[in-house]
């Protein structure tokens, strides 16, 4: 079997057992809940929803947390790349081989990155070409701006270039990538708290006001009929046909979509890649949840003790 082979089957070995324990872990939890509403309730049609929407629930909520731990795992590795480069050029410059330039550069700091530069020596030092090992070494990280430094890389050594120069300038232009990309961060912090704030904000307190103000209204306009009213006034009264439960659940559905739009926006603004703001998506559903029911309680509270 070839080494690229044996590599994709160790990782799809890997992902698969780890993806069976999570279905096993969300299908008990699942079940557990659903026996209990069936404890409480004793009715089957609710108990099989319960199941489905835990379920569903849990899914994507492990889904998130495994893509958020793969992104700072990926994000810890890019980091310390460029360093981890400069160490191996200065190892190949101090007359070592590349198994033992890589080896002497396995540091615990650059962790997780160390045991994927552990296995690489070994697989340089075991008889595998320089090419092999850092195309398996970027699959297992896999990692979109790595590849396409080894890339880079290994273009240079097809081309008779010195590896240690080569190492040196690639390290140098990832580090200037990263001011970059930190420059540019900041520049556009603005626009991220804007964005932030309009959304878990401002827009949750001004659906929470709308729906206490159909409340209200109905309210005053329920025991009141229309011809009962003023005619000379500048505006009209008419039967109010929007229900508060309309109101509502509109109100919470369009925040919680408003939340998970502005969340992949925010990451696209800030770290170019839509995923990234993911992170922020729990806070926004908690703060604009929270605004939304708390200001709705006091606007109630107040207009009740007005009437």
Do not use: C
Not at 94 to 101: K, L, S
């Amino acid at each position: 079997m070839k080494p690229k082979r044996k590599v994709r089957v160790r990782l799809s070995r890997a992902e698969t057992a780890s993806r069976r324990k999570k279905n096993v872990f969300i299908l008990i939890l699942s079940f557990l809940v659903s026996t209990g509403v069936f404890v409480i309730y004793g009715s089957p049609i609710r108990t099989g929803i319960t199941f489905v929407i835990v379920y569903i629930v849990l899914f994507f909520t492990v889904q998130f947390m495994g893509s958020m731990k793969k992104a700072a795992r990926i994000k810890k590795i890019e980091d310390v790349f460029p360093d981890f480069l400069q160490l191996v050029a200065s190892n190949l410059r101090a007359g070592m081989t590349v198994d033992r330039a890589m080896f002497l550069s396995s540091r615990p700091e650059f962790a997780p990155l160390d045991h994927e530069i552990l296995q690489a020596g070994k697989d340089i030092s075991t008889g595998k070409p320089v090419e092999v090992a850092l195309k398996s070494m970027s699959k297992r990280i896999n990692s979109e701006k790595v590849d396409k430094t080894l890339l880079i890389i290994l273009s240079g050594i097809r081309a008779g270039g010195d590896l240690a120069v080569l190492l040196e300038e690639t390290a140098s232009s990832m580090r200037q990538r990263g001011f970059v990309e930190k420059k540019a961060a900041s520049q556009v912090l603005m626009y991220v708290i804007f964005i932030f704030l309009a959304v878990a904000v401002f827009a949750p307190g001004l659906f929470s006001l709308s729906g206490v103000l159909v409340e209200t209204m109905t309210n005053l306009m329920g025991g009141m009929s229309p011809d009962a009213m003023p005619q000379n006034l500048p505006v009209s009264f008419n039967t109010i046909t929007i229900s508060e439960s309309f109101v509502f659940w509109f109100s919470l559905i369009f925040i919680v979509v408003m939340d998970i739009m502005a969340a992949l926006v925010l990451g696209l603004v800030s770290r170019g890649n839509e995923k990234e703001g993911l992170r922020y998506l729990p806070v926004m559903l908690g703060l604009s949840l929270g605004i939304f029911f708390a200001l709705g309680k006091i606007l109630s509270g107040v207009m009740a003790s007005i009437a």
